[in-house]
């Protein structure tokens, strides 16, 4: 996600220093745009980066869901560089060395019983001038790259994952009950032709990548649909291992426990079936959940508006 976002935004010193380690698993990064407050609504992050008489920049703040900041050497933070443009506008995004003077690192335990995620705190920390990735006040624009990246990495990795066919039906093979139960194998069936469709849904992405092609809204689609697959794919493994199948040695605990995170990671199902709806589909915007009026509310309205 970060690496083709430097290719995409960064300068040719931050392409030769940063892309080499970090395609080697040398350098491992993370994405710190998620806060407290700022979400699916990204655009509200306050982490806020002041620029110093040098050239400098001094960051204030806190981001939160931090995947593997404990490992990072560097980071790709959103911060906000102008409080007093409109919100899109006054972001911008830097690279941060976590080993910084000022940054904490604190984990977050989830119900896998892993701590992958964290918080990072940002007290007074100074970075380089040339850390600015895609110009100031470009945030934006760059933060979005990462977020199209990210969908199409969760799109394409259900495989990877271990979402894989031949996997769930040795599963079911090995229990004679659930090999021969009708609604098993109708729900393997269509699982398994939906996993095959994602597979070559992401070689169509790969090819447009490979003609020089960054991912748009459409990627949002792959995203939905293989957390979706997954989400099924591992209740239907609960249903047939039953509850050990969340032990802690069970090959499959981590799937399951791990797939509902997957829902909302780079950006929640809703949040991409409005893009979807609206970007790729050309159906008008949706301002009504925005506003919090409840739709029959605006029906009624919309109604006592015809009679009048
Ligand atoms: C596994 C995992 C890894 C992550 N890793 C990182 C990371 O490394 N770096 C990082 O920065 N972030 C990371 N995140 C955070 C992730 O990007 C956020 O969880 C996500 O953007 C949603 O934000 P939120 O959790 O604040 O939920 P909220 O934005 O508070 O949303 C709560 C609920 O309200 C719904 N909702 C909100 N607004 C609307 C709307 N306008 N219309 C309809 N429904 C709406 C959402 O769909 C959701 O169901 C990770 C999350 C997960 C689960």
Known sequence: MLGPTIIAHGTEEQKQRYLGPMLHADEIWCQMFSEPAAGSDLAAVQTRAKKNDDGTWTLNGQKVWTTNAQFAAYGLILARTNPDIPKHKGMTMFIVPMDAEGITVRGLRQISGEAEFNEVFFDDVVIDADSVVGGEENGWGVGLTTLMFERLA?????????????????????????????????????????????????????????????????????????VNCAVRAGDLIADIVGPEALDEASEWSYMISFLPGLKSAGGTEEILRNTIGERVLGLPPEPRLDKGIPFSELRAKEKEGAAA
């Open 154 to 226: 969760i799109g394409l990795g259900s495989s990877s994952f271990g979402y894989r066919a031949t996997r769930f039906a040795e599963a079911i093979s090995a229990d004679p009950v659930a090999a021969n139960d009708h609604e098993v194998r109708h729900n393997f069936g269509e699982l398994a032709a939906e996993l095959e469709a994602i597979r070559w849904t992401g070689y169509r992405s790969i090819s447009a990548l490979q003609d020089g092609q960054i991912p748009g809204p459409e990627f949002g689609l792959a995203k939905v649909t293989t």
